[in-house]
């Protein structure tokens, strides 16, 4: 399996309660090494900008305030099938579905404020990295 990587962000209602740390634990725990961090307050066009693809949804408009409520950490993780381990630690959108052992299902309050984001295909990790992260940023 060839070592890849996946973006992620601590999510404001995990920064928040002081959880950077116990999430970065469980990333590490689930194989995954941050290569690149930085701590945030996004401004209103950056999380328009990154949650596009979501605009026609209806929660866009309440999902751009919740990310720009507080600060967040985006992250660069490497590791072995960066983007699929990082989708199984994080667990399911809603934390009423996610698995015992995952990020959303120990620390998630609702269907948005989920504690983290992670990419969902290696293209969109590319795309999202690029976002947040000039590559002299991400030390591997
Ligand atoms: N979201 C929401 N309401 C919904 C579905 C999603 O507020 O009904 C938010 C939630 O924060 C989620 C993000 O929008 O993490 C992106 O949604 P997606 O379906 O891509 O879920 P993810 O990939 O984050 O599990």
Redesign the pocket.
């Known amino acids: 399996m060839a070592v890849t990587r996946t973006f992620s962000i601590i999510?404001p209602d995990a920064t928040r309660r002081n959880l950077t740390g116990a999430v970065t634990k469980m990333l590490e725990e689930a194989g995954l090494r941050v290569v690149a961090s930085k701590r945030i307050h996004m401004s209103r066009e950056q999380a328009e900008g990154f949650?596009a693809v979501?605009k026609e949804?209806p929660?866009f408009g309440?999902?751009v305030e919740?990310m720009i409520s507080g600060p967040v950490v985006v992250q660069v993780l490497e590791g072995e099938d960066a983007v699929k381990r990082n989708r199984d630690v994080?667990g399911?959108?809603?934390p009423k579905d996610a698995a015992e052992g995952t990020i959303r299902k120990a620390f998630a309050e609702s269907?948005?404020?989920?504690s983290v984001?992670?990419s969902?295909s290696e293209e969109n990790a590319a795309i999202e990295i690029a976002f947040f992260f000039k590559p002299e940023e991400i030390v591997g």
């Open positions: 999510k949650y979501h949804r929660f309440e999902l919740f994080m399911a959108t809603n269907i948005e404020a989920n984001h992670g969902d």
